[in-house]
T-cell receptor
């Protein structure tokens, strides 16, 4: 089937604007992860869902970041009042019930805050 | 902060030459995952290693996990332009909620 998809691929926001990033995981995948990747760095964990339950949000950098997965499939990462330090690539990954660590990634959303 | 050390940070290799990328952890790993990333794209899963001493190959790429399960190497034989990209190792240390801990990546450039 289709892989993980993310939209938009690129987003430019003015400082202070709210943004919403969407992730469509692989169909049937139970686990969904959001990562933040700064230029030249590996991904940094933001949050993890198992079905619709957000089991870990310890990586969210501030209360301006909010993620949801209301029906256990599509997920949205929302960033309120964007700041320049939020500029990064936001990656979504999903994994099946077999091995949650074997994660399949979407192409990412490159967010630039001006 | 990066809890996995990858070396080298970048590598320029003549097409056709072999190369090795390393990934080292200070803690024992339950699993080590190699991914490749091209600019503007997501991470592509390459291989997973879970047992000490395990070795896996896919086409011209071979990955090994040492017996202590703290170090992994990725070896490319007879490199091709299609191998260019950023190679990332991700680790399962079983001390987190299914999240992978990542190295900073190795940028590989293949000179024709």
């Amino acid at each position: 089937g289709a892989g993980v998809s993310q939209s938009p691929r690129y987003k430019v926001a003015k400082r202070g604007q709210d943004v919403a990033l969407r992730c469509d995981p692989i169909s049937g995948h139970v686990s969904l992860f959001w990562y933040q990747q700064a230029l030249g760095q590996g991904p940094e964990f933001l949050t993890y869902f198992q079905n619709e339950a957000q089991l870990d949000k310890s990586g969210l950098p501030s209360d301006r970041f909010f993620a949801e997965r209301p029906e256990g499939s599509v997920s949205t990462l929302k960033i309120q009042r964007t700041q320049q330090e939020d500029s990064a690539v936001y990656l979504c990954a999903s994994s099946g019930s077999g091995n949650p660590y074997e994660q399949y990634f979407g192409p990412g959303t490159r967010l630039t805050v001006t | 902060s990066q809890e996995l050390e990858q070396s080298p940070q970048s590598l320029i290799v003549q097409e056709g030459k072999n190369l090795t990328i390393n990934c080292t952890s200070s803690k024992t790993l339950y699993g080590l995952y190699w991914y490749k990333q091209k600019y503007g794209e997501g991470l592509i899963f390459l291989m997973m290693l879970q047992k000490g001493g395990e070795e896996k190959s896919h086409e011209k790429i071979t990955a090994k996990l040492d017996e202590k399960k703290q170090q992994s190497s990725l070896h490319i034989t007879a490199s091709q332009p299609s191998h260019a990209g950023i190679y990332l190792c991700g680790a399962d240390r079983r001390d987190s909620n299914y999240q992978l801990i990542w190295g900073a990546g190795t940028k590989l450039i293949i000179k024709p």
